[in-house]
């Protein structure tokens, strides 16, 4: 199949400089008091986090011990990320990079996934692509799961979300999220159901994806 590059990686150079976001535990805003993430008791283990892009800050929950930062010089878009240095429960934690685009997110989606839509049915069969449904009953989401082409097993497997509003869309970068990965041939995988060692980390993904909720700005 032919190879599609469905959302461009980030050069390396953009992780540099980063401005730290801020946590549980540091000085709550106007806008973390007014979230509806903030006055509820959070299990064991999680930790809520946030990411203050301008025009586009937004919060979620996942497992504590995350690192996330925003970088608002990235050009032509603000963009921030969550990653883990370490393993917890015997396995790292997903790690989510996000963009921010201005606009409606029904257009925004649409026009950042159209590679998704032009696939054959022989590219899909390869990808082993499926569309997942809506995953946050607050705001309009697109996300489509695919395993990786072109490169030696094992493959990657990886979660491209596009989830927004009517002002303002977040989408999914640096290769999107990484759910696990399947050790088979592209041949070998074809016309064969997906592992479930290639999306391990799909659960948690979900539940972060849930917790999404965007905060107030000062013109809002």
């Known amino acids: 199949m032919n190879t599609i590059r469905l959302i461009p990686l980030l050069m ?8 730290p976001v801020i946590a549980v535990g540091e000085t709550a805003t106007a806008a973390e008091r007014t979230s509806d993430l903030g006055d509820k008791k959070l299990p064991k283990g999680m930790q809520r986090y946030v990411l203050p892009l301008q025009g586009c800050a937004f919060e979620f929950v996942a497992k504590e011990g995350g690192r996330a930062e925003a970088d608002e010089s990235s050009s032509p878009y603000p963009y921030g990320y ?10 790292q934690p997903p790690s989510i ?3 921010c685009r201005p606009g409606a997110a029904v257009k925004r989606c649409q026009m950042e996934f159209k590679g998704y839509y032009e696939l054959s049915t022989e590219d899909i069969r390869d990808i082993q692509m499926r569309k997942l449904g809506s995953l946050n009953s607050h705001y309009y989401t697109e996300a489509y799961i695919s395993t990786s082409t072109g490169v030696a097993p094992p493959r990657s497997r990886i979660l491209s979300l596009c989830i927004g509003d009517e002002r303002h869309a977040l989408l999914t970068i640096n290769g999107s999220i990484l759910l696990g990965t399947d050790p088979r041939e592209i041949w070998q995988a074809r016309n064969k159901p997906v592992l479930p060692t290639s999306e391990e ?8 994806i849930r917790s999404i909720r965007f905060l107030p700005t000062d013109s809002e």
């Open 201 to 208: 980390a799909l659960p948690e993904v979900l539940d972060i």
């Open 97 to 99: 990079y996000f963009s």
């Open 12 to 19: 390396a150079g953009l992780l540099v400089g980063l401005a």
């Open 82 to 91: 969550l990653s883990y240095d370490r393993y917890l429960g015997g396995r």
